[in-house]
């Protein structure tokens, strides 16, 4: 009988401190340029001296769970939230200027990198204020990775960088290459370059009579935030930013290299470079064969990659973590 109770003492015991170790979420906001911008905080429960992490989205129509409508579902940015907090970070995820609940803080054609940049520190000041962290973290993810080390030029509020499958290159490199690297691309190749090389050299591009398939990376609406994309070189920027900076790449991403990778870390000594076999852009275990790895990227059964929250959570938790 004795054994019986002190059995269903420790059971009640263990129930009592899963409870009080659930996360909190909380929807969060703060002043953008003509309304507010929206999020989510996914805190532990006891977030006293807990790092703070803002997660800035990758291109395009991304939400705050990594979710998008053209056929994104796997939610990498909800699972990354989820996975911090039991490493005991605290996070925001966000919705873009102009997007999903924020699209009352802006036109989402009609945006810069540097206009994302000032919306981190938007948010990091915010995010001081509410919870006394001393400062923020920027984690970007894809295209948010530039966001992140532009909004670093300045590095007020920010503690440093996590760089999550960012480009290394600028933007005119990248679809060069990748253009070249499909075969299928073969009749439509001069016309892309072309019109690269004009945007690259901050020139529009007449779509009229374009090709249709080409259409979608050409859009006229999108054009002027494409020539100010590709106005930066992102190992430039981690260069000139004096703080801590971890770059996170998968080995199976298809859409950003690790030559992309070790470029960032190349860019100065100090900044630390984590590979993560086997992991894609979702930041999910994929294989390198093109169909099933895009298969993971509408499936959000799928759990994030191990590995990736504890990258993150031992390098913001770490003393190189301290502000400079």
Same mark, same amino acid.
């Given at each position: 009988?004795?054994?019986?109770?002190?059995?269903?003492?420790?059971?009640?015991?263990?129930?009592?401190?899963?409870?009080?170790?659930?996360?909190?979420?909380?929807?969060?906001?703060?002043?953008?340029?003509?309304?507010?911008?929206?999020?989510?905080?996914?805190?532990?429960?006891?977030?006293?001296?807990?790092?703070?992490?803002?997660?800035?989205?990758?291109?395009?129509?991304?939400?705050?769970?990594?979710?998008?409508?053209?056929?994104?579902?796997?939610?990498?940015?909800?699972?990354?939230?989820?996975?911090?907090?039991?490493?005991?970070?605290?996070?925001?995820?966000?919705?873009?200027?102009?997007?999903?609940?924020?699209?009352?803080?802006?036109?989402?054609?009609?945006?810069?990198?540097?206009?994302?940049?000032?919306?981190?520190?938007?948010?990091?000041?915010?995010?001081?204020?509410?919870?006394?962290?001393?400062?923020?973290?920027?984690?970007?993810?894809?295209?948010?990775?530039?966001?992140?080390?532009?909004?670093?030029?300045?590095?007020?509020?920010?503690?440093?960088?996590?760089?999550?499958?960012?480009?290394?290159?600028?933007?005119?490199?990248?679809?060069?290459?990748?253009?070249?690297?499909?075969?299928?691309?073969?009749?439509?190749?001069?016309?892309?370059?072309?019109?690269?090389?004009?945007?690259?050299?901050?020139?529009?591009?007449?779509?009229?009579?374009?090709?249709?398939?080409?259409?979608?990376?050409?859009?006229?609406?999108?054009?002027?935030?494409?020539?100010?994309?590709?106005?930066? !070189?992102?190992?430039? %920027? *981690? +260069? $000139?930013? @004096? &703080?801590?900076? #971890? /770059?996170?790449?998968?080995?199976?991403?298809?859409?950003?290299?690790?030559? !992309?990778?070790?470029? %960032? *870390? +190349? $860019?100065? @000594? &100090?900044?630390? #470079? /984590?590979?993560?076999?086997?992991?894609?852009?979702?930041?999910?275990?994929?294989?390198?064969?093109?169909? *099933?790895? $895009?298969?993971?990227?509408?499936?959000?059964?799928?759990?994030?990659?191990?590995?990736?929250?504890?990258?993150?959570?031992?390098?913001?938790?770490?003393?190189?973590?301290?502000?400079?």
């Amino acid at each position: 009988m004795k054994l019986t109770t002190l059995v269903i003492a420790g059971l009640l015991l263990a129930a009592a401190a899963s409870a009080r170790a659930a996360p909190v979420e909380t929807y969060v906001q703060t002043q953008g340029p003509s309304g507010f911008l929206k999020g989510t905080m996914l805190a532990p429960a006891d977030a006293s001296g807990a790092p703070v992490v803002l997660i800035i989205p990758g291109s395009g129509p991304t939400d705050r769970d990594g979710n998008s409508p053209l056929g994104v579902k796997a939610a990498p940015y909800r699972l990354l939230a989820e996975a911090l907090a039991g490493q005991g970070v605290a996070s925001v995820r966000i919705d873009k200027r102009g997007m999903f609940a924020s699209a009352g803080a802006g036109d989402p054609n009609h945006v810069t990198i540097a206009a994302y940049a000032a919306d981190a520190h938007a948010w990091a000041a915010s995010l001081r204020h509410d919870t006394g962290a001393p400062c923020v973290w920027l984690l970007g993810h894809s295209e948010g990775g530039l966001v992140a080390l532009v909004a670093a030029q300045t590095p007020q509020d920010i503690c440093g960088l996590v760089l999550v499958a960012a480009a290394g290159r600028p933007l005119a490199d990248i679809l060069r290459e990748q253009l070249r690297a499909n075969p299928a691309n073969a009749p439509l190749l001069g016309e892309a370059l072309a019109a690269i090389d004009k945007l690259a050299a901050g020139q529009h591009v007449d779509t009229t009579g374009m090709n249709p398939a080409l259409l979608p990376l050409f859009y006229p609406a999108v054009q002027d935030f494409v020539i100010d994309e590709m106005s930066y !070189d992102p190992a430039k %920027l *981690a +260069a $000139a930013y @004096p &703080g801590p900076i #971890l /770059v996170l790449q998968g080995t199976t991403d298809l859409q950003v290299s690790l030559a !992309d990778a070790q470029r %960032l *870390a +190349a $860019a100065r @000594p &100090g900044i630390r #470079l /984590v590979e993560l076999p086997g992991v894609n852009h979702m930041l999910k275990v994929a294989p390198a064969a093109p169909g *099933a790895n $895009a298969a993971t990227y509408a499936d959000p059964s799928l759990p994030l990659a191990p590995g990736v929250a504890e990258a993150i959570a031992t390098f913001v938790k770490s003393p190189a973590g301290a502000p400079q």
